[in-house]
């Protein structure tokens, strides 16, 4: 076969694939390697009995209505792949059930002037703070578009005089912003349910970040496939194929070929294939870990550089196909978040232990697709993470045990949370622990969440730092490890990036296409 | 709204200074971490590795001959342990033919730990393969294993604490490997196991069995013959009544057997009043023909033609149409993947590039929008035409 290619793109993830798409548009003679059977990564499907299970998703943002795309939407358009979105019935439901906590029960819609209003309902008082919180997101999302069109390097003048209000509080932690703004307390921990989808607190995260995720979800609501991630994941297959790609499923990248400190081509279990630019959609651990020997022959710097980066939230989920329907349930809502506590910072440190009462992000996926299961089911999922790496410590004869003593815990807080009934209908389930998400995609720890993007790690500081970042020559990053962050819309766009990047590589070396 | 005036701090240079410390503060701490060498494997990555190893060596170590049957102990330092009821899939060369066969691990999951597997290969009609693996095994024979697969297993959260097991000849091995792991306190349920076989003399483990009922009293084994009549077992084929006869009140349905016992209690099952949660059905292989499925409507007896791509190469290879697609692929030596061989796994997931292929809605286990993008489980598929097919060898 083909041995020789322009770029080899290893992991067909969400950013791999969108990065491949990206390098077969523009021409590039473009290799997709992917070790497991499909693609997708984290965005794939599984069937047990008569359901057909989402694995990740909870919801995409950034998507919007065909003819008024917005920026994921847009790219996915772009590529040439159909996907059946289907746009989800409310933002979320929050609740807050912990002793000593003051109750909290916010089913919150999408729209910017129904969520106000809707805080208000629940925090009379809350409405200014709430304007002015929407205020700042859009004057973040100016600033970004600004800085985006300027290639990234944005003339700190230029942003002083047209983004003040940008550089006042992109950069502080959110519940500072939050505090400053006089939000009353409620509505902050309202506001704040979105904190899990990253996995790092209130108080770490960066206002710049987190409002524009709110702004994207709340605005512009959310999206998912019809026929879950798989259909999405299919769909880019089939555009990277019709662009002239080529994809090799089953097939494991073994080592990174060098010479003169730049990529050359890949080894893999099937054959090596040659390209001067490699774009992982993995993460850096496994390509200077796995393939490039430890990283032994990276300059000091880089090695402290890939060992200082903090892996983030480690994936938990259990799935459950019920023989009775959501209405029969009492299962209302799509999303919902239920925690014990309201301070996202004690969650955060009790998300290292296997706690009584983990928090949850739990789906409903019939509520937003009443026929993803036959009539008379309904399918749920029940997600946590776990912020310290304590799954290495469970021997292999616990395990099981282990995945389902989780489960139950899960699966009991959300029943007790919302006054219904679960466990006696469950029909089918299955329980993927960071252990799975090790097996399935080989990721670090079983990380769901990359590099966590606290403590200092964010998004604004590695956008800066997009150069220094890069640890060998014509290597760039796809994944959620890379500039973009983690999450399926920040993986599709950093997919986008990772070629732009590749593309400024080879304009530099005068590179000519195979 | 309209603009208003935001601070977090007193003045706005402020912030602008905090903005430029954002680079140099993640630079040091960047610079912060060890010299150690860089890895992507960490303790849960080895136990993904030791639960799910792509592939597995084992040796023969013993051979337990039964009727018209081998049990084969299998052992290795080291092999995955795995829950009751799950399988391996068995990797073979047979003259020119690559094949796989999925096998249920019988003995206690806990004898894994020790490095000991024990599968149990019974000849089967037109059995290509378990008359090659009974002619041929011997002590000291090396053998290729998938890792541990499937989901039969019993599962608290789901299934009632007590578990009524329909078995058929070779499809004891199951409900082995679950009262093995009941005995060594690895499961917690009360299983009532129905095992149909012809005669005495074909009851596989008929000892084993008798054993662990002696040494606990949460396994219950009554033997149902349809060609013998005996004092102390039961005569005929497993159904509604009998199971009535001894089912508890409330119980899950676990069924493992031949396809001609799944088809006949298809016609019994509706007289027990259970719902679809209640019964678990172990994954049945591919009939002899697809003429079995009355919603067959092809010409079995053609010979199509099968252009396979796989690796960037092309080859054409002869395509029966009264047998699986896998088959044909198999036969001409090329290593298809496949772990187990009924439509469910989707590990042999391949793309229909050309051509029309015929799949039985009961061995559909294709995900929705695999089944919509074109791509089949050759496993389950069958040939109506010429084909086009991109395979992904593993």
Same mark, same amino acid.
């Given at each position: 076969?083909?041995?020789?290619?322009?770029?080899?793109?290893?992991?067909?993830?969400?950013?791999?694939?969108?990065?491949?798409?990206?390098?077969?548009?523009?021409?590039?003679?473009?290799?997709?390697?992917?070790?497991?059977?499909?693609?997708?990564?984290?965005?794939?499907?599984?069937?047990?009995?008569?359901?057909?299970?989402?694995?990740?998703?909870?919801?995409?943002?950034?998507?919007?209505?065909?003819?008024?795309?917005?920026?994921?939407?847009?790219?996915?358009?772009?590529?040439?792949?159909?996907?059946?979105?289907?746009?989800?019935?409310?933002?979320?439901?929050?609740?807050?059930?912990?002793?000593?906590?003051?109750?909290?029960?916010?089913?919150?819609?999408?729209?910017?002037?129904?969520?106000?209003?809707?805080?208000?309902?629940?925090?009379?008082?809350?409405?200014?703070?709430?304007?002015?919180?929407?205020?700042?997101?859009?004057?973040?999302?100016?600033?970004?578009?600004?800085?985006?069109?300027?290639?990234?390097?944005?003339?700190?003048?230029?942003?002083?005089?047209?983004?003040?209000?940008?550089?006042?509080?992109?950069?502080?932690?959110?519940?500072?912003?939050?505090?400053?703004?006089?939000?009353?307390?409620?509505?902050?921990?309202?506001?704040?349910?979105?904190?899990?989808?990253?996995?790092?607190?209130?108080?770490?995260?960066?206002?710049?970040?987190?409002?524009?995720?709110?702004?994207?979800?709340?605005?512009?609501?959310?999206?998912?496939?019809?026929?879950?991630?798989?259909?999405?994941?299919?769909?880019?297959?089939?555009?990277?194929?019709?662009?002239?790609?080529?994809?090799?499923?089953?097939?494991?990248?073994?080592?990174?070929?060098?010479?003169?400190?730049?990529?050359?081509?890949?080894?893999?279990?099937?054959?090596?294939?040659?390209?001067?630019?490699?774009?992982?959609?993995?993460?850096?651990?496994?390509?200077?870990?796995?393939?490039?020997?430890?990283?032994?022959?990276?300059?000091?710097?880089?090695?402290?550089?890939?060992?200082?980066?903090?892996?983030?939230?480690?994936?938990?989920?259990?799935?459950?196909?019920?023989?009775?329907?959501?209405?029969?349930?009492?299962?209302?809502?799509?999303?919902?978040?239920?925690?014990?506590?309201?301070?996202?910072?004690?969650?955060?440190?009790?998300?290292?232990?296997?706690?009584?009462?983990?928090?949850?992000?739990?789906?409903?996926?019939?509520?937003?697709?009443?026929?993803?299961?036959?009539?008379?089911?309904?399918?749920?999922?029940?997600?946590?993470?776990?912020?310290?790496?304590?799954?290495?410590?469970?021997?292999?004869?616990?395990?099981?045990?282990?995945?389902?003593?989780?489960?139950?815990?899960?699966?009991?807080?959300?029943?007790?949370?919302?006054?219904?009934?679960?466990?006696?209908?469950?029909?089918?389930?299955?329980?993927?622990?960071?252990?799975?998400?090790?097996?399935?995609?080989?990721?670090?720890?079983?990380?769901?969440?990359?590099?966590?993007?606290?403590?200092?790690?964010?998004?604004?500081?590695?956008?800066?730092?997009?150069?220094?970042?890069?640890?060998?020559?014509?290597?760039?990053?796809?994944?959620?490890?890379?500039?973009?962050?983690?999450?399926?819309?920040?993986?599709?766009?950093?997919?986008?990036?990772?070629?732009?990047?590749?593309?400024?590589?080879?304009?530099?070396?005068?590179?000519?296409?195979? | 709204?309209?603009?208003?005036?935001?601070?977090?701090?007193?003045?706005?240079?402020?912030?602008?200074?905090?903005?430029?410390?954002?680079?140099?503060?993640?630079?040091?701490?960047?610079?912060?971490?060890?010299?150690?060498?860089?890895?992507?494997?960490?303790?849960?990555?080895?136990?993904?590795?030791?639960?799910?190893?792509?592939?597995?060596?084992?040796?023969?170590?013993?051979?337990?001959?039964?009727?018209?049957?081998?049990?084969?102990?299998?052992?290795?330092?080291?092999?995955?342990?795995?829950?009751?009821?799950?399988?391996?899939?068995?990797?073979?060369?047979?003259?020119?033919?690559?094949?796989?066969?999925?096998?249920?691990?019988?003995?206690?999951?806990?004898?894994?730990?020790?490095?000991?597997?024990?599968?149990?290969?019974?000849?089967?009609?037109?059995?290509?393969?378990?008359?090659?693996?009974?002619?041929?095994?011997?002590?000291?024979?090396?053998?290729?294993?998938?890792?541990?697969?499937?989901?039969?297993?019993?599962?608290?959260?789901?299934?009632?604490?007590?578990?009524?097991?329909?078995?058929?000849?070779?499809?004891?091995?199951?409900?082995?490997?679950?009262?093995?792991?009941?005995?060594?306190?690895?499961?917690?349920?009360?299983?009532?196991?129905?095992?149909?076989? +012809?005669?005495?003399?074909? @009851? *596989?483990? #008929?000892? %084993?069995?008798?054993? &662990?009922? !002696?040494?606990?009293?949460?396994?219950?084994?009554?033997?149902?013959?349809?060609?013998?009549?005996?004092?102390?077992?039961?005569?005929?084929?497993?159904?509604?009544?009998?199971?009535?006869?001894?089912?508890?009140?409330?119980?899950?349905?676990?069924?493992?057997?031949?396809?001609?016992?799944?088809?006949?209690?298809?016609?019994?099952?509706?007289?027990?009043?259970?719902?679809?949660?209640?019964?678990?059905?172990?994954?049945?292989?591919?009939?002899?023909?697809?003429?079995?499925?009355?919603?067959?409507?092809?010409?079995?007896?053609?010979?199509?033609?099968?252009?396979?791509?796989?690796?960037?190469?092309?080859?054409?290879?002869?395509? +029966?149409?009264?047998?699986? @697609? *896998?088959? #044909?692929? %198999?036969?001409?030596? &090329?290593? !298809?993947?496949?772990?187990?061989?009924?439509?469910?796994?989707?590990?042999?997931?391949?793309?229909?590039?050309?051509?029309?292929?015929?799949?039985?809605?009961?061995?559909?286990?294709?995900?929705?929008?695999?089944?919509?993008?074109?791509?089949?489980?050759?496993?389950?598929?069958?040939?109506?035409?010429?084909?086009?097919?991109?395979?992904?060898?593993?």
């Amino acid at each position: 076969m083909d041995r020789q290619y322009d770029i080899i793109v290893i992991g067909a993830g969400n950013g791999g694939l969108s990065a491949a798409a990206s390098a077969c548009c523009r021409g590039f003679r473009t290799l997709l390697i992917e070790q497991h059977n499909l693609p997708g990564g984290f965005a794939t499907s599984f069937r047990r009995g008569r359901f057909e299970f989402e694995p990740a998703l909870h919801e995409l943002c950034d998507v919007g209505e065909p003819g008024a795309r917005e920026e994921v939407g847009a790219l996915i358009d772009s590529y040439g792949a159909k996907v059946d979105w289907v746009k989800l019935p409310e933002a979320y439901r929050l609740i807050i059930t912990g002793e000593g906590e003051e109750p909290i029960d916010a089913v919150m819609p999408f729209g910017k002037q129904a969520y106000i209003d809707r805080m208000e309902e629940y925090v009379p008082g809350s409405r200014e703070s709430m304007e002015k919180f929407f205020y700042l997101a859009d004057c973040i999302m100016a600033a970004n578009a600004a800085v985006a069109a300027a290639g990234g390097k944005a003339d700190p003048k230029v942003m002083m005089r047209e983004h003040p209000d940008f550089l006042k509080c992109a950069n502080y932690p959110t519940a500072v912003v939050l505090r400053r703004l006089k939000m009353p307390l409620k509505a902050q921990k309202i506001l704040s349910a979105y904190w899990c989808y990253m996995g790092v607190n209130m108080e770490d995260l960066e206002f710049g970040f987190y409002a524009s995720l709110v702004h994207k979800y709340i605005v512009n609501a959310a999206y998912i496939p019809r026929f879950r991630s798989h259909e999405l994941s299919v769909a880019m297959d089939k555009t990277i194929r019709e662009h002239g790609g080529t994809i090799l499923y089953n097939t494991l990248a073994t080592r990174i070929l060098m010479e003169e400190g730049a990529p050359v081509g890949v080894e893999t279990t099937h054959g090596t294939f040659y390209a001067r630019h490699i774009i992982p959609d993995i993460s850096p651990n496994a390509v200077f870990g796995d393939m490039m020997d430890g990283g032994r022959d990276l300059p000091e710097a880089h090695i402290r550089a890939v060992n200082a980066r903090k892996i983030g939230g480690r994936g938990y989920c259990v799935y459950v196909g019920l023989n009775r329907t959501a209405e029969e349930l009492g299962v209302r809502e799509y999303s919902y978040f239920i925690s014990e506590l309201s301070d996202t910072v004690k969650e955060q440190e009790l998300a290292g232990t296997f706690r009584e009462h983990p928090m949850q992000a739990t789906i409903c996926l019939s509520n937003a697709i009443p026929d993803c299961s036959p009539p008379g089911t309904c399918i749920m999922s029940f997600t946590t993470f776990f912020m310290k790496d304590i799954w290495s410590g469970v021997t292999e004869r616990e395990y099981t045990a282990k995945k389902r003593e989780v489960a139950e815990k899960l699966i009991r807080d959300f029943e007790k949370a919302t006054g219904t009934s679960i466990l006696p209908y469950i029909e089918e389930i299955e329980i993927a622990s960071p252990a799975t998400l090790a097996r399935y995609a080989m990721v670090p720890q079983g990380a769901m969440y990359a590099y966590s993007c606290g403590e200092g790690d964010g998004l604004m500081a590695r956008l800066q730092m997009l150069d220094e970042d890069q640890r060998v020559k014509n290597i760039r990053f796809a994944s959620g490890y890379g500039p973009r962050l983690y999450g399926y819309s920040s993986t599709y766009m950093g997919g986008d990036m990772a070629v732009k990047l590749t593309m400024k590589d080879m304009k530099e070396e005068n590179y000519e296409k195979v | 709204m309209k603009k208003f005036n935001f601070h977090v701090k007193p003045i706005g240079l402020l912030d602008m200074l905090h903005f430029k410390k954002m680079v140099p503060r993640r630079r040091a701490i960047l610079q912060s971490g060890s010299l150690d060498p860089i890895t992507a494997v960490y303790g849960v990555n080895r136990l993904a590795q030791s639960l799910h190893p792509k592939q597995q060596k084992a040796v023969v170590s013993a051979i337990i001959p039964r009727r018209d049957a081998n049990t084969y102990v299998l052992r290795a330092d080291k092999l995955a342990y795995f829950r009751a009821g799950q399988y391996v899939s068995v990797k073979l060369k047979i003259g020119g033919a690559v094949t796989a066969r999925p096998y249920t691990l019988a003995a206690s999951p806990a004898r894994a730990l020790e490095g000991e597997y024990e599968i149990t290969v019974k000849k089967a009609q037109d059995g290509f393969v378990s008359d090659y693996i009974l002619k041929n095994w011997k002590v000291g024979t090396e053998v290729t294993l998938s890792g541990p697969e499937g989901p039969f297993s019993y599962e608290p959260l789901r299934d009632e604490k007590e578990v009524v097991g329909l078995a058929g000849g070779s499809g004891i091995t199951p409900f082995m490997a679950m009262a093995y792991a009941i005995l060594d306190g690895i499961e917690d349920f009360r299983l009532t196991l129905l095992y149909g076989s +012809r005669t005495k003399a074909d @009851i *596989l483990y #008929a000892d %084993e069995l008798e054993r &662990i009922c !002696a040494a606990t009293d949460k396994v219950k084994v009554i033997h149902v013959l349809s060609e013998e009549k005996a004092e102390g077992f039961e005569h005929g084929f497993i159904d509604a009544e009998l199971i009535q006869k001894y089912a508890p009140e409330n119980y899950t349905l676990f069924i493992c057997g031949p396809r001609a016992m799944h088809d006949f209690l298809a016609r019994e099952l509706p007289g027990l009043d259970l719902d679809e949660k209640h019964i678990r059905r172990e994954f049945v292989p591919a009939p002899a023909s697809p003429t079995y499925f009355g919603s067959y409507a092809g010409d079995a007896s053609k010979v199509f033609t099968l252009k396979l791509r796989f690796l960037g190469e092309e080859r054409q290879i002869p395509l +029966r149409a009264d047998e699986p @697609i *896998l088959t #044909a692929i %198999e036969r001409a030596g &090329i290593a !298809a993947p496949s772990r187990c061989r009924s439509g469910e796994c989707g590990w042999c997931r391949s793309r229909l590039i050309g051509g029309d292929v015929f799949v039985p809605d009961s061995m559909d286990g294709r995900r929705l929008a695999d089944a919509g993008a074109g791509y089949i489980h050759p496993c389950s598929s069958w040939a109506l035409s010429d084909l086009e097919l991109e395979i992904f060898p593993e």
